[in-house]
């Protein structure tokens, strides 16, 4: 496998049979090359079993994505309270 | 007499490049993250089940390098043979360089497939101490909003 240089984001496919049934499995990857390093990141994306697609949710992923989003927000409105009393003390 | 034509810098530079994308297409191979077969464990089947366990892949590799050399030439690409012999014999010029590297692979399980009689059915896992290290810091964001608040509300009551 030989990687282009530039991101190149793609489709992975690969079928299995198991158990009598034929599942699909789905991933995408993210690469990333420059003549500085590779980056590649792969993630698992569904399964495609009997024409029926189940996506595989990355519940870790969003949980982290909400509880480090709401930080921010903390952050943000605690350094505005900061601020605001600041400027009324100046004035 | 010959002459001995030097190298210049564009030309080290190419060199350099050539090198670094030689060294990564030899890496591609060790990149087999990038494959499904990466992201999707082997089925393991055991009571009338089939599991597949399931992971995200992050693999990265950085390099870099340099070099450099002090040549006492006063033409700076030409010479002649007997002179540069001379030099060298003598330590007049050197070069050096040096290259670098650095990279991690980091997995993660995200779920895994169960398929049995019934059909097919995808069980997310979940990584506590992940969660755990977000909780804990969206903790202390909330105790720096509360303290800044009753900051900002002791300074109002105070004017």
């Known amino acids: 496998m030989t990687l282009a240089d530039g991101i190149q984001m793609v489709t992975l496919h690969e079928t299995q049979r198991l158990d009598g049934q034929t599942v699909e499995l789905e991933s995408q990857a993210l690469r990333v090359r420059s003549a500085f390093g590779v980056l590649v990141w792969n993630r698992p994306v569904a399964v495609i079993a009997g024409g029926t697609r189940l996506l595989i949710p990355d519940i870790t992923r969003r949980l982290q994505i909400i509880a480090y989003g709401f930080s921010l927000l903390c952050l943000a409105l605690g350094l505005a309270a900061g601020g605001r009393t600041l400027k009324e003390r100046v004035s | ?159």
Not at chain 2, 54 to 59: F, H, I, M, P, Q
Not at chain 2, 122 to 147: C, E, H, R
Request: hydrophobic residues 45%; negative net charge; aromatic residues 4%.
């Open chain 2, 1 to 159: 007499m010959t002459e001995v034509e030097r190298p210049t810098m564009d030309a080290m530079y190419a060199r350099a490049v050539d090198t670094s994308h030689a060294i990564l297409d030899k890496l591609d191979q060790l990149f087999a993250a990038a494959r499904p077969e990466a992201v999707f464990a082997a089925p393991v089947s055991a009571e009338g089940k089939t599991v597949i366990g399931t992971s995200e892949v992050l693999a990265w590799v950085a390099l870099g390098g340099g070099g450099g050399g002090a040549m006492s030439s006063p033409e700076p690409n030409v010479q002649t043979s007997g002179e540069a012999e001379g030099r060298r014999a003598a330590g007049g010029e050197g070069i050096g360089s040096g290259v670098g590297a650095g990279g991690s692979v980091h997995t993660r399980p995200v779920a895994v497939v169960v398929i049995d009689a019934s059909g097919v059915r995808v069980q997310p896992v979940v990584d506590v101490t992940k969660f755990m290290l977000a909780v804990a810091t969206t903790v202390g964001s909330v105790f720096f909003l509360i303290a800044r608040m009753q900051r900002a509300t002791k300074s109002l009551e105070g004017k």
